[in-house]
């Protein structure tokens, strides 16, 4: 391959401002993207945690409440409201300051169940699902 074909670019890390050689960018902004993806400062860092946290999260909430929850026997909650889940669970997740901090989210699916999103002292999102099934008789 020609060198001219090859497009390298600076990559500028957000964080601490580390530039970086990242080849094959379609843009700055993508190249400022990839630095710091691959950067090892502190915010970089802190950032990767967040989004595996919150990626982590997502796939708990289809196991508990979308796709998952009919292995189980339970009902799946709509789209809209694992979206939601989703939504709730990245706020939590993220690197918040003090008296910016969610302990917890919880809401209730009208006959299905209770969701509870709890965070952790990790800084990790927990993913509760709630039902109360009562089977009663009476002679
Ligand atoms: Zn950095």
Do not use: H, W
Not at 40 to 61: L, M, P, S
Not at 85 to 114: K, N, Q, W, Y
Request: glycine letters at 8%; proline letters at 1%; hydrophobic letters at 35%.
């Amino acid at each position: 391959m020609p060198e001219d074909d090859v497009n390298i670019i600076r990559g500028t890390c957000r964080y601490c401002g580390q530039t970086q050689i990242v080849s094959f960018s379609a843009s700055q902004e993508e190249a400022d993207e990839r630095a710091a993806q691959k950067c090892d400062c502190v915010g970089a860092t802190r950032e990767r945690n967040r989004q595996r946290r919150v990626e982590q999260a997502g796939k708990n909430i289809d196991r508990i409440f979308g796709a998952g929850a009919a292995e189980y026997g339970q009902r799946t909650v709509g789209g809209r409201i694992l979206d939601y889940l989703r939504e709730a669970a990245e706020l939590m997740a993220g690197d918040v300051c003090a008296g910016d901090i969610i302990s917890d989210i919880r809401i209730t699916v009208p006959d299905v169940c209770v969701a509870i999103l709890s965070a952790t002292s990790k800084g990790n999102v927990k993913i509760s699902r709630r039902e109360t099934r009562v089977r009663s008789l009476e002679s």
